[in-house]
């Protein structure tokens, strides 16, 4: 596709339920990053994948936090025991290796309800 | 450890003035750094980084190694420079890596 994509783009869960945010980046590139961004707050890194790297997982708040990705492709975020505290956008980014810097796409994000 | 400090969670001004939005940082080797964008209802996209040198939408910002700053400047804000701003910085050039972003700052202009 043309740019990075994610599914779904709204998701209203109940309190203890399980959760899954797809990340479709795009095409060809090799780097793949979750942020969280929680309402009146600035953009939390969560994990970065780089080719077949470990991912640098860092930035995950918990163990309940986990993700996914197969290859250079499509991306799984997973959210164990949903907490209200997860409501969050969480948006997913790729960038290519440039010799430039490091230009990321963002999707438009995944907005979680937890209730 | 990297760090990206904006001190600002909004900057309000008048149409014509001049903006300034700070972001200094903390990296022990060369950093690279970036301004990000948010329009209201849009994605967030890259506005520009330090080694291109280069002025988008009539915004600069030049990299001080000393004070460890990235500051955003336009001279004559419009209206339609009203977004969310981030800072970012990334740690090795030449090379992907993740980027950290700083906090943001929401910058309202105002008629």
């Known amino acids: 596709g043309a740019g990075v994509s994610q599914s779904p783009s709204n998701k209203v869960t109940e309190k203890g339920k399980d959760v899954e945010l797809r990340c479709d980046p795009i095409?060809?590139?090799?780097?793949l990053y979750w942020y969280r961004q929680r309402l009146g707050q600035g953009l939390e890194f969560l994990i970065y994948?780089?080719?077949?790297?470990?991912?640098?997982k860092s930035g995950l708040p918990s163990d309940r936090f986990s993700a996914e990705r197969t290859g250079e492709s499509v991306s799984t975020l997973t959210i164990q025991r949903t907490q209200q505290e997860d409501s969050a956008v969480y948006l997913c980014?790729?960038?290519?290796?440039?010799?430039?810097?490091?230009?990321?796409?963002f999707g438009e994000g995944s907005w979680l309800t937890v209730v | 450890a990297q760090r990206v400090t904006q001190p600002e969670k909004l900057l309000s001004v008048f149409k014509g003035a001049p903006v300034e939005l700070k972001c200094n940082y903390s990296?022990?080797?060369?950093?690279?750094l970036f301004w990000y964008v948010q329009y209201s209802r849009q994605r967030l996209q890259l506005l520009l980084r330090?080694?291109s040198r280069e002025s988008i939408k009539g915004f600069t910002a030049d990299l001080n190694k000393g004070e460890t700053s990235f500051h955003l400047k336009k001279p004559f804000a419009q209206e339609e420079d009203s977004a969310m701003y981030y800072c970012?910085?990334?740690?090795?050039?030449?090379?992907?890596?993740?980027?950290?972003f700083g906090t943001g700052t929401l910058l309202a202009v105002q008629p």
């Open positions: 994948f780089q080719g077949n790297s470990a991912p640098d």
């Open positions: 095409s060809g590139h090799t780097a």
């Open positions: 970012a910085l990334s740690g090795r050039r030449g090379a992907t890596n993740k980027l950290i």
């Open positions: 330090h080694i």
């Open positions: 990296y022990s080797g060369s950093p690279e």
């Open positions: 980014a790729s960038s290519s290796r440039t010799g430039n810097g490091n230009t990321i796409y």
